[in-house]
């Protein structure tokens, strides 16, 4: 079997409003300094979004919009690890698995220093993966859009050993 039928890069983007009165909760870890949280469908976890959307396009699956479209109400407030359970069980069954994942977070505040090692350990939790294999990155928008959350995800894949 060549190289690149074993391996698979995918990418995903997600965003939300910021508003009063929501948690924020990133790679399923409730930010607890933050005064504002997304707006969202379900509980708006951007990154674990970006990441269950990077994970479906490596393997040509469509988006997470497609598996739990936002005009269902059986999906209103649905706790992200559960989308990111059923794309992983997705991916598992094509025999492939994640080995790398980068994420970025784009959010003016609060800053997210000090939970960076909760949630990329989180992360890796959920995927199975050592927390070394997980980058977490944050950034601010730099005041361009302070009324938003958004994540980038990079994941590698690999086929699972028969």
């Given at each position: 079997?060549?190289?690149?039928?074993?391996?698979?890069?995918?990418?995903?983007e997600?965003?939300?409003?910021?508003?009063?009165?929501?948690?924020?909760?990133?790679?399923?870890v409730?930010?607890?300094?933050?005064?504002?949280?997304?707006?969202?469908?379900?509980?708006?976890?951007?990154?674990?979004?970006?990441?269950?959307?990077?994970?479906?396009?490596?393997?040509?699956?469509?988006?997470?919009?497609?598996?739990?479209?936002?005009?269902?109400?059986?999906?209103?407030?649905?706790?992200?690890?559960?989308?990111?359970?059923?794309?992983?069980?997705?991916?598992s069954?094509?025999?492939?698995t994640?080995?790398?994942?980068?994420?970025?977070?784009?959010?003016?505040?609060?800053?997210?220093?000090?939970?960076?090692?909760?949630?990329?350990?989180?992360?890796?939790?959920?995927?199975?993966?050592?927390?070394?294999?997980?980058?977490?990155?944050?950034k601010?928008?730099?005041?361009?859009?302070?009324?938003?959350?958004?994540?980038?995800?990079?994941?590698?894949?690999a086929?699972?050993?028969?």
């Amino acid at each position: 079997m060549a190289i690149f039928d074993s391996l698979r890069i995918g990418f995903g983007e997600d965003a939300h409003r910021l508003a009063q009165g929501r948690p924020l909760v990133l790679g399923g870890v409730a930010i607890a300094n933050a005064e504002r949280g997304a707006v969202a469908h379900s509980d708006g976890d951007a990154l674990l979004h970006a990441l269950s959307d990077a994970l479906l396009s490596a393997l040509a699956l469509g988006d997470i919009g497609q598996h739990f479209p936002d005009t269902s109400p059986e999906w209103k407030d649905l706790d992200s690890t559960v989308i990111l359970r059923h794309v992983l069980d997705l991916v598992s069954q094509r025999d492939f698995t994640p080995v790398n994942v980068a994420v970025t977070v784009t959010l003016d505040r609060p800053k997210l220093g000090a939970s960076r090692a909760e949630i990329a350990e989180r992360v890796a939790q959920l995927l199975r993966l050592t927390s070394d294999r997980v980058g977490v990155t944050f950034k601010t928008s730099e005041g361009l859009a302070p009324d938003h959350v958004q994540a980038r995800a990079t994941v590698l894949l690999a086929r699972s050993a028969p």
